[in-house]
């Protein structure tokens, strides 16, 4: 083939050149702002130290504190209880929009659009607007779920609907997702559909056997990219819980059901000045992050199915 | 239902629905859709009515939707107790510098690990893989004290630097485009004599085109609705952008839903316009991105 | 474009004030919204009254932009304000900038007072205003429910029980002692028991009475009416010292309260009163605890000559009384307690009275404020919650005081 020939006929030693020089920006990139900090961090994590002191070498005590820490515990709960109900119920959600979105309509773009349109509203915005309708008293949510006669929770004070509420501010930008599926869904071969219906296969078989394999893979790509920004949540639980106006105190929802990992991070290093232990908060996110990811990539050879095509 | 009203379902817009129960399944369609669309978009109502209701109206029990009486002054509050333009402006430099460091650098980059063959290849791939999964809440700290040396904090460029140093999702992004780039093409030029990077700026960046909008927009959202970052690098309001102006008029006015919701309103304002102008590529973006 | 424009300005500005020979100093404040307003009207008179400095006020209430700017390498402010209880902490981190070289007398400052502000021996701030906290009440609501002003916690107790209201499907339409501030709230219940949050400079959060204290809120206010419909009626106030505050609109009887409540409540219009807090015996009357608002120099600033000018300006005695009018708020100088100039601020007294008073209790300074006071948080939104009895939830608190910075 001319491209193996032609390539082949460089010299590794100009071709590596070449290929260091495109790379040079991002290789530079990464050793400022990926290598080194993750070095740094891992060694600050070993330190006691605040901004302005050097820091103090005490070896594994962050690590040792971060065990008997209670808020720290809550906080991955939080944070691990954001990921495992919200990933799933946004791809369910993402789904069976795109099916909607997948029918003969007229205004496609239109529909499309305001599906996608809360994604590109500044999350602090977001997050005020949905303070204001998850008010248990003059929010608009619990007067909807009023004329169903559905008993109305008290989003924002009450701990067990506080994570809730962050969840459901999250889906509230499911529409990049939406699209992606919809995507996907027009690249699943109608003759697989066709030769389904012949063998007398229900809409529910039909989804199963056919467009949920299709879509897998993308599936796996939107599960671990989900997975990976839920872990990292601040924004939406630092602005539906922090307290207005009133002091400073790090609020952090109704019994701390808002404390994402990032922000308990956050407030560590920031606000409490105990950037050691941010740093060692930061090493674990990784390892946790990293666990579930490597988790989800060793199931994905059981329902992951690559069309061979 | 007749096959054809099934498939109608199932597969998108290439099936005509006949049969008698057709306008039924119509309705039944547009009902769902729109459904769909309004839970979506409900908040964005919810939002613009009470920036235009009057103060008591805002805190009735149980909540009304419209306005009885409407009113400006929550606008013009918070038009005049923010310094709206200058956020504005300062957000819009710092997206804009953004997108001009991705649209130059991103590429080079993505180019690299498509075009051409060198021993570093795979190495760098994986470099690139492995930083897009990382938490940035890992290098938070030490990357703070390293512009903290530097005497940067403070300033925009915390925000802006890393852009031209590549950013992993766009390289991906652009690379997994530019695989579906012809070689051919490339031969033909390296045959007439032209340089790498000839051949980079003129042939394959042009092809490249909407992979480069895509990440443009992309980046520019991202920029536009950061708000970790400007919390921790921007102290004075001077340089504040939308996301920290919004937060800390919260902290200065205490939680006035009516100016609230209309300073809201104003900062959703121009993401929404823009949007409008390039929701071609937003939307086709989407799709290329994650599928290909 | 606008670095390229803040660099022009920044030109033309240095230009302008060489040419005139003024410097411009930012001073950074905590206060907001009509508070921020009074501010700027001192700041204007400081402009008006010489023309070598001139000092532009911005607003910035968050507490953590405050650190990270100090912490930068440019910061974002040359003078700034805070508590005398992040003094120690901060002054530790080596972010203060020492005061003695401006050679300003403090003779007038209370002691108790400028023990939080020198540390070591080296002075780090000084003292523009301080707070205490009394017990507020609606007048109008109490002549209703034909109850007067309580004088012990028991008679307390009794007016809680006769002034809180609940509708017939059990929600709450009112409730006789709110909490606008909850921290501030329980402490001063905690004091109200003879308990102490913070005894001898430590972290003492079961504290016998203090526990007492929490547990009073608790069983009177809170499990009556139980914690979800209490916590449902919480979620309808409005924003604090607005038009919809819950004190103002009735929903709560009687709240403990800073002195600056009193500026509010008359431009309210409201029929209102204030006594000293309840004590549990006659002798813990009055019992309450001072904050004191602190303005101190950030050591990155780059304008220090003109900041310690400003620094003089606003502590000094004619300055500070207007300062602490114009905001409704106590003074920082032992001289201007019994100042006339307060006199038209109604119910002023019993704030000024408490100042010097052996039941306001002062704050030891304390490297882990900030990491103690969110913990104290979580514990008494959880105490409000049912989820968990004030003893357990201030000894989980308890539990975490031993990785506190010391």
Redesign the interface.
């Known amino acids: 083939m001319s491209e193996a020939r032609s390539r082949n006929s460089e010299p590794t030693g100009r071709a590596l050149l070449k290929g260091l020089a495109f790379a040079s920006p991002f290789i530079i990139g990464f050793l400022v702002l990926y290598a080194w900090p993750i070095l740094a961090s891992g060694y600050y994590s070993l330190t006691d130290f605040s901004l302005f002191k050097a820091p103090k070498w005490v070896g594994l005590a962050n690590y040792e504190r971060m065990i008997s820490d209670a808020k720290f515990w809550k906080s991955l709960y939080n944070t691990l209880f954001f990921t495992f109900v919200g990933v799933p119920v946004d791809i369910a959600i993402s789904i069976a929009g795109a099916h909607i979105l997948n029918q003969k309509l007229r205004g496609q773009p239109l529909w499309r659009a305001l599906v996608y349109l809360p994604s590109i509203v500044p999350a602090v915005a977001a997050g005020f607007l949905w303070r204001w309708l998850l008010n248990a008293q003059y929010g608009f949510v619990n007067e909807i779920l009023r004329w169903f006669h559905i008993p109305q929770p008290n989003w924002l004070l009450d701990a067990s609907w506080g994570g809730i509420s962050v969840i459901v501010l999250m889906l509230w930008t499911v529409g990049g997702t939406m699209l992606i599926y919809l995507a996907a869904l027009k690249n699943v071969p109608q003759e697989l559909y066709e030769a389904a219906e012949l063998d007398g296969a229900g809409p529910l078989r039909r989804f199963w056997h056919i467009t949920w394999p299709m879509i897998s893979p993308v599936t796996l790509f939107q599960v671990i990219v989900l997975m990976i920004a839920f872990l990292q949540v601040f924004t939406q639980p630092f602005v539906l819980s922090k307290d207005p106006g009133l002091g400073t105190q790090t609020a952090t929802g109704p019994g701390d059901s808002m404390l994402s990992y990032s922000i308990y991070l956050f407030q560590n290093g920031f606000t409490f000045l105990k950037m050691g232990y941010a740093s060692a908060m930061a090493w674990v996110l990784l390892f946790v992050t990293l666990a579930i990811t490597l988790l989800i990539l060793w199931s994905a050879k059981k329902w992951v199915f690559y069309d061979n095509r | 239902m007749t ?1 054809a009203e ?12 006949g049969g008698r129960f057709g306008w039924l399944m119509t309705i039944y ?2 009902a ?2 729109i459904l ?2 309004l839970v ?5 109502v ?2 613009l009515t ?1 920036a235009f209701k009057v ?2 109206e ?6 009304e ?1 419209f306005p009885r009486s409407w009113t400006l002054e929550h606008f013009y509050n918070a038009l005049t107790q923010i310094p709206f333009w200058r956020f504005l ?2 957000t819009v ?1 710092i997206a804009g510098l953004s997108v001009l460091g991705t649209v130059l ?1 991103s590429p ?2 993505a ?3 498509a075009k ?6 795979n190495l ?1 791939f994986i ?2 893989l492995a ?1 897009m ?11 703070y ?2 512009w ?9 460029l915390p925000l802006v630097i ?1 852009a ?3 950013t ?1 999702f766009f ?1 991906f992004l652009i690379r997994q485009f530019l695989l579906s780039v012809p ?2 093409l490339i ?1 033909a030029a ?1 045959v007439d004599g032209a340089s ?1 990077f000839r051949i ?1 700026w003129s042939i394959v960046l042009p092809i490249a085109r909407p992979a480069l909008i895509t990440s443009a927009v992309f980046q520019f ?1 991202w920029a ?2 950061d ?2 970052y400007p ?2 690098y921007l ?5 504040y952008t ?3 102006g ?3 008029f ?8 009516g100016p ?2 209309a ?2 309103v104003l ?2 304002l121009p ?2 316009l ?3 102008m390039f ?1 071609r590529y ?2 086709g973006g ?2 290329t991105g ?2 290909k | 474009m606008s670095t390229a424009l803040g660099v022009v300005m920044m030109f033309g500005g240095a230009l302008g004030a060489y040419a005139q020979d003024k410097t411009e100093i930012t001073f950074s404040y905590l206060w907001g919204g009509a508070e921020g307003a009074a501010l700027e009207q001192i700041i204007a008179d400081f402009n008006a009254s010489q023309d070598k400095i001139v000092v532009k006020g911005v607003s910035s209430p968050d507490m953590t932009k405050q650190l990270a700017s100090m912490s930068s390498a440019k910061g974002a402010f040359d003078i700034s304000d805070n508590f005398a209880s992040n003094i120690a902490s901060w002054s530790n981190q080596g972010i203060l900038l020492p005061l003695d070289e401006f050679g300003i007398d403090t003779s007038d400052f209370p002691e108790s007072v400028m023990k939080q502000l020198v540390v070591d021996g080296v002075l780090y701030s000084l003292p523009i205003a301080t707070h205490n906290f009394q017990l507020v009440y609606n007048k109008k609501l109490l002549d209703e429910a034909g109850v007067t002003p309580p004088t012990t916690t028991a008679e307390l107790a009794e007016a809680i029980k006769k002034l809180t209201k609940v509708d017939a499907e059990g929600n709450v339409t009112q409730l006789g002692l709110g909490l606008t501030d909850i921290s501030a709230g329980m402490k001063t219940l905690g004091y109200a028991f003879g308990g102490d949050w913070n005894r001898d400079g430590k972290p003492t959060p079961t504290d016998a009475n203090f526990v007492k204290g929490v547990q009073f809120y608790y069983d009177n206010v809170v499990a009556p009416v139980t914690p979800a419909a209490y916590n449902k009626f919480v979620a309808g106030f409005g924003p604090y010292m607005s038009d919809q505050d819950s004190f103002k609109q009735g929903k709560i009887a009687m709240v403990f309260e800073g002195e600056w409540r009193a500026k509010f409540n008359a431009e309210a219009g409201m029929d209102w009163g204030v006594v000293p807090v309840p004590g549990e015996t006659p002798e813990l009357l009055g019992s309450t605890w001072a904050d004191v608002s602190t303005m101190f120099i950030p050591t990155n600033t780059g304008n220090k000559e003109a900041a310690g000018e400003f620094l003089k300006y606003i502590v000094s005695p004619p300055v500070m009384e207007k300062f602490s009018h114009v905001l409704a708020n106590l003074p920082g100088r032992i001289s201007l307690a019994g100042s006339a100039a307060y006199d038209d601020l109604p119910n002023f007294k019993v704030w000024l009275d408490a100042m010097n008073s052996p039941n306001t209790h002062g704050l030891p300074p304390a490297l882990y404020m900030a990491e103690y006071n969110a913990d104290l948080a979580s514990a008494f939104d959880s105490v409000l919650q049912g989820a968990q009895t004030p003893e357990a939830a201030l000894q989980a608190v308890a539990d975490r005081t031993g990785s506190y910075s010391q």
């Open positions: 096959t099934i498939q109608g379902t199932t597969l998108g817009e290439r099936v005509p629905v369609r547009y769902l859709v769909l669309a979506f978009v409900f908040p964005f919810v939002m009470t103060s008591d805002i805190f009735t029990a149980p909540p939707l402006i300062n430099v650098v080079l980059v180019y690299s690990l051409l063959r060198w021993r570093g290849r760098l470099m690139v930083t999964m990382l938490p940035p809440q890992v290098t938070l700290i030490p990357i004290m390293m903290n040396k530097v005497g940067l904090t403070g300033t925009i890393p031209f140093l590549g992993p390289i070689d051919e031969e390296k790498e980079y959202v536009w609705t708000f970790l919390l921790i102290n004075d309001e001077e340089s939308l996301s920290i919004l937060y800390s919260l902290g200065q006015h205490g939680v006035q839903w609230l919701m300073a809201c900062f959703t993401a929404f823009i949007f409008l929701q937003f939307i989407i799709a994650a599928l």
